[in-house]
């Protein structure tokens, strides 16, 4: 039977919708094993890719040292969890799930990666249980091990995952709560808050801040959808640092080497997320003001007009970052 380009690597399983939908399918249909999914896809599907990452890396830099290698390794797999996880969802929330679902997987494929440069094979089904113990998902890989055992993918003849009818909100409500917790967005279930370190403020009143910049980021972006890319951008790049140097413990018995200080500079791509973000405040903003100065009312009342305005104009704004986005893809 001849190659298919997913079989002989001619496509990006993060930039497969195809292959991402069939994942989500599955999951929402037994999100209880979501994190066991998501390991065994990201092995089989992400560990192919790694090896031919890590082989391009060492040729194309043949004199340097392992320490060199893995901070490359590093910096790249962050910066595309980043750029993958934040941009290629889009802005608008319900496309979290798909969203969540990239950059759990981007995250895998840079853990992989370190078990490449360890000299691991990362298409070795005893990666996916590395993975689930470094997410924190069981204490051991002979645990994790068990609960892979009875995985089967859609591709491996499992039963269509067409998605359960009834409490269908609330299943995908625990699906991305589930995945928020694999990308360490938010604390693991049943975790008691830890007392910082003397002279920070405490642990739990941090958590209980991000929960409420997480809601009033939420609230705002119904309105102004681009809001949610900077935050979830930033919420990424510290979730990730946790996660590699998780991983670079875990493969290299090291932490990884700490950055130097350096002077604070808002990168390019953060720069345009942060003005995008502002434009997409000031578009409702502006339609807000017009309405107001127009006075236009709908059945005597002004609201109506206010509402229908509000939702034209985010739904615009988003519909646009979209359309430019998809078009940049296609063209690429």
């Known amino acids: 039977m001849p190659d298919t380009p997913r079989q002989n690597g001619d496509t990006d399983p993060l930039r497969d919708r195809v292959l991402t939908r069939s994942l989500l399918r599955s999951a929402s249909a037994d999100p209880q094993h979501l994190p066991e ?5 990201a092995v089989r599907h992400m560990g192919p890719v790694a090896a031919r990452s890590v082989a391009r890396m060492r040729e194309a830099h043949p004199g340097a040292a392992p320490a060199e290698l893995r901070s490359r390794a590093l910096t790249r797999g962050k ?7 934040a941009f290629v969802g889009g802005p608008f929330l319900v496309l979290i799930p798909f ?9 895998a494929q840079t853990c992989l990666e370190l078990a490449a440069l360890d000299g691991r094979d990362p298409t070795d089904p005893e990666r996916a249980a590395e993975l689930l113990v470094l997410q924190g998902v069981y204490e051991d890989t002979g645990r994790a091990r068990t609960a892979l055992a009875d995985i089967r993918l859609p591709e491996d003849g499992a039963t269509p995952a067409t998605g359960p009818r009834p409490g269908r909100t609330a299943t995908m409500r625990r699906l991305v709560m589930r995945m928020a917790r694999l990308l360490g967005l938010i604390a693991p279930e049943g975790e008691a808050p830890a007392a910082g370190p003397p002279g920070r403020l405490p642990l739990w009143l941090v958590q209980t801040g991000r929960y409420t910049l997480l809601a009033a980021v939420l609230v705002v972006g119904m309105v102004a959808p681009l809001v949610w890319l900077p935050y979830m951008a930033l919420s990424y790049d510290r979730a990730t640092d946790q996660l590699l140097a998780r991983a670079t413990g875990f493969y290299f018995g090291e932490p990884p080497a700490a950055r130097p200080k350096r002077v604070a500079r808002l990168q390019p791509e953060m720069a345009a997320s942060a003005l995008r973000a502002l434009l997409s405040v000031l578009v409702p903003l502006g339609f807000v003001i017009g309405v107001v100065a127009a006075n ?3 059945a005597d009342r002004g609201w109506p007009v206010l509402a229908i305005a509000l939702t034209a104009a985010s739904i ?11 078009r940049r893809g296609l063209a690429g």
């Open 316 to 326: 615009g704004v988003g519909a646009v970052w979209q359309w430019r986005r998809r």
């Open 99 to 107: 969203a969540f679902c990239v950059a759990i997987l981007s995250q």
């Open 79 to 85: 910066r595309r969890t980043v750029t993958e996880g």
């Open 296 to 298: 236009l009312r709908l």
């Open 37 to 41: 999914l998501l390991a065994a896809f």
